[in-house]
């Protein structure tokens, strides 16, 4: 089973950026976006698609994959987990990885990988930056969502105007984030609707 029943509360190198490189420009992005999908009453469970070969299991807890020297456009991507009743799932477990600005997945380590809870209301944040996109794909993160005693989801959430959209075979509209700038900061909100 996905979900761990223990949670280790330390977020690793999160504190890093709290002050920094993000600050309160993508926080105040952020409340700009409008939630996406909109969660109306009853609606459809997120998109579920394929893991990939690239997953790795016992990823550390952080919500900073976004590393001291590291290339690429930093980005804050945040939202929620809901049921498809539109309430907060608290505890919900995110698992996150992608590939580096330049496309490159860590293999034999846990760079730009992570896993985090949802906190009570339902809110996750994550601190990356933008994964460069490789011959046949898009740009993607990856991710698993699990609520507490219940199924997992995969799938993979997309950036909207990339050209490599219309060549991916896997992209799908449904599962494009909404993106904003602010300051040289780049913000991004996907909420997910799982059972």
């Known amino acids: 089973m996905f979900y761990s029943p223990t949670r280790r509360r330390v977020l690793g190198a999160g504190a890093f950026a709290a002050g920094s490189l993000f600050g309160i420009g993508a926080s ?14 009853g609606d459809e469970p997120t998109m579920a698609q394929t893991e990939g070969p690239y997953f790795k299991p016992s990823s550390p807890e952080r919500i900073e994959l976004f590393e001291a020297g590291m290339a690429g456009q930093p980005i804050e ?22 590939a580096d600005d330049r ?57 909207p105007g990339e050209a490599k959209n219309r060549s991916d075979g896997l992209f ?13 900061l780049l913000a991004a909100r996907f909420d997910f609707v799982v059972d």
């Open 172 to 184: 799908r509209r449904e599962l494009l984030m909404r993106t904003t700038e602010h300051a040289g």
């Open 77 to 98: 991507l945040a939202g929620f987990v809901l049921t498809r009743n539109c309430k907060p799932i608290a505890g919900a477990l995110l698992d996150f990885w992608q």
């Open 28 to 41: 105040f992005a952020q409340a700009q976006l409008a939630p996406t999908p909109a969660c109306h009453g």
């Open 103 to 159: 496309g490159q997945y860590d293999n034999s380590g846990f760079r730009l990988r992570g896993h985090q809870f949802t906190e009570a209301d339902g809110r996750f944040r994550l601190r990356t930056v933008v994964p460069g996109a490789y011959v046949g794909r898009t740009r993607h993160i990856h991710v698993k969502v699990q609520p507490r005693g219940g199924r997992v989801l995969t799938t993979q959430l997309y950036f």
